[in-house]
T-cell receptor, first 111, second 114 residues
Framework: KQEVTQIPAALSVPEGENLVLNCSFTDSAIYNLQWFRQDPGKGLTSLLLIQSSQREQTSGRLNASLDKSSGRSTLYIAASQPGDSATYLCAVRNTGNQFYFGTGTSLTVIP | EPEVTQTPSHQVTQMGQEVILRCVPISNHLYFYWYRQILGQKVEFLVS????????KSEIFDDQFSVERPDGSNFTLKIRSTKLEDSAMYFC????????????FGQGTRLTVV
């Protein structure tokens, strides 16, 4: 069964700093990987989808990379802002339909 | 921008009662999902639905759960006899093409069983 781990569990940074969130998964035979943002008590907002054949995807200040063979993905956030404060979830899809989610990284950006 | 809509946002029910959670997926999507998140835990897969039938389900999705697409727009999750441990945030999601397309999630229904 696919296991997804996210490190660190919590991160606090001053505004303007660049940061990296890490996601690792045990089964490298993935179909794709999606990063989500979750605000407290709210739903999941899709940030980036990266297919198994891709190495990275970019959207604005966000860049996600994927190293399938080593079972890792990173989400890079440039020039962090207080509005980026949220929990970031990594979810991996194998050949089936379901996503396997990590426990998330809770990010606080301090003004 | 198209979005997945869930109602109600919060439901409180007594143990043993039936509840129906409702979702309106994005209109041209083909695959529909239910996930849940117990407070402080991971988001967990419940079921996926395609072409009017369940395509995959988890161990959580036992006989107390059922899904239905009663018309062309709604997708529902029914819990027949709720238990205290069913208290969670339930998320509906949809995607266009299995495995390849981005999945979009609704804002969730917080179910509290008392």
């Amino acid at each position: 069964k696919q296991e997804v781990t996210q490190i660190p569990a919590a991160l606090s940074v001053p505004e303007g700093e660049n940061l990296v969130l890490n996601c690792s998964f045990t089964d490298s035979a993935i179909y794709n990987l999606q990063w989500f943002r979750q605000d407290p008590g709210k739903g999941l907002t899709s940030l980036l989808l990266i297919q198994s054949s891709q190495r990275e995807q970019t959207s604005g200040r966000l860049n996600a990379s994927l190293d399938k063979s080593s079972g890792r993905s990173t989400l890079y956030i440039a020039a962090s802002q207080p509005g980026d404060s949220a929990t970031y979830l990594c979810a991996v899809r194998n050949t089936g339909n379901q996503f396997y989610f990590g426990t998330g990284t809770s990010l606080t950006v301090i003004p | 921008e198209p979005e997945v809509t869930q109602t109600p946002s919060h439901q409180v029910t007594q143990m043993g009662q039936e509840v129906i959670l409702r979702c309106v997926p994005i209109s041209n999507h083909l695959y529909f999902y239910w996930y849940r998140q117990i407070l402080g835990q991971k988001v967990e897969f419940l079921v996926s639905f395609y072409n009017n039938e369940i395509s995959e389900k988890s161990e959580i999705f036992d006989d107390q759960f059922s899904v239905e697409r009663p018309d062309g727009s709604n997708f529902t999750l029914k819990i027949r006899s709720t238990k205290l441990e069913d208290s969670a945030m339930y998320f509906c999601a949809s995607s266009g093409v299995r495995g390849k397309a981005e999945a979009f999630f609704g804002q969730g229904t917080r179910l509290t069983v008392v």
